[in-house]
C-alpha cells in the first residue's frame, strides 16, 4: 500500500516568517494530496489540495507544490500568524477513495 | 455548512469493557470512513464504507472491533473488550462522490476520546 512520510514532525518559526513541510509518497499511482490542519481537540479541516495534473496551487498565504516525478508535495506558509499554530498532516490518495496520512506537523508560530 | 457528527465526544472505560461509538455523516455522502488517532500520529484507516457495504477493513483487529453501517447512513463502531492500547481519538470521516476520482475529499467529524484504564 501507499506509504507517507512527512518532515519536519515539529516546527516552530516567528511570526512572519515562512514555514515550509514537506511530505513523500511511494506509490506512483496516487493522484491526489489534500492537505489538513488539525487544531487542539478539533477535528482536522482541508485546507488545500493539489491534483497530479497541476504542478502548484496557491489560496492566500498558502501555497502546495507538487513533484510528481520524485513523489514528493510541500505545503509552503507565508507570512505566518499566531492562528496558524496547529499540526499539518499531508495525504495521498489514489483515485480519491483511499487516503493514506502523513504523521503530522507540529507548527508553533511565535508572536 | 454541513458536519459529520459523532458521538460521545469523550468515553472513559475499563479494560475488558465495551465501548460504542456513533457516527452521521453529512447528508447524500456515500462513503464513510473510521479512523483511529493516536496522539501525534496521523490518522489510521480502520475500516471504510460504500453505503452499507464494507470496501475496506484490512487493519480493523476484528478479533475485538466491529463496524457496520446497516442503512448505509449512520454508523457504529464498537470494540469489545477494550484494551489500554485501543486509547486513541476514533474519527469518523465521510466523502460524497460514489465514484471515485481526484479531488472526492473527506469530511472529519469532531471525533471520540477514548482513555481505556
Known amino acids: 500500500g501507499e506509504n507517507v512520510e512527512q518532515h519536519p514532525s515539529t516546527l516552530s518559526v516567528q511570526e512572519g516568517d515562512s514555514a515550509v513541510i514537506k511530505c513523500t509518497y511511494s506509490d506512483s499511482a496516487s493522484n491526489y494530496f489534500p492537505w489538513y490542519k488539525q487544531e487542539l481537540g478539533k477535528r482536522p479541516q482541508l485546507i488545500i489540495d493539489i491534483r497530479s495534473n497541476v504542478g502548484e496551487k496557491k489560496d492566500q498565504r498558502i501555497a502546495v507544490t507538487l513533484n510528481k516525478t520524485a513523489k514528493h508535495f510541500s505545503l509552503h506558509i507565508t507570512e505566518t500568524q499566531p492562528e496558524d499554530s496547529a499540526v499539518y498532516f499531508c495525504?495521498?490518495?489514489?483515485?480519491?477513495?483511499?487516503?493514506?496520512f502523513g504523521t503530522g506537523t507540529s507548527l508553533t508560530v511565535i508572536p | 455548512e454541513a458536519e459529520v457528527a459523532q458521538s460521545p465526544r469523550y468515553k472513559i472505560t475499563e479494560k475488558s469493557q465495551a465501548v460504542a461509538f456513533w457516527c452521521d455523516p453529512i447528508s447524500g455522502h456515500a462513503t464513510l470512513y473510521w479512523y483511529r488517532q493516536i496522539l501525534g500520529q496521523g490518522p489510521e484507516l480502520l475500516v471504510q464504507?460504500?453505503?452499507?457495504?464494507?470496501?475496506?477493513d484490512s487493519q480493523l483487529p476484528k478479533d475485538r472491533f466491529s463496524a457496520e453501517r446497516l442503512k448505509g447512513v449512520d454508523s457504529t463502531l464498537k470494540i469489545q473488550p477494550a484494551e489500554l492500547g485501543d486509547s486513541a481519538m476514533y474519527l469518523c470521516a465521510s466523502s460524497p462522490n460514489r465514484a471515485p476520482g481526484p479531488g472526492n475529499t473527506i469530511y472529519f467529524g469532531e471525533g471520540s476520546w477514548l482513555t481505556v484504564v
Open positions: 495525504a495521498a490518495s489514489i483515485t480519491g477513495n483511499q487516503f493514506y
Open positions: 464504507f460504500q453505503d452499507e457495504s464494507v470496501v475496506d
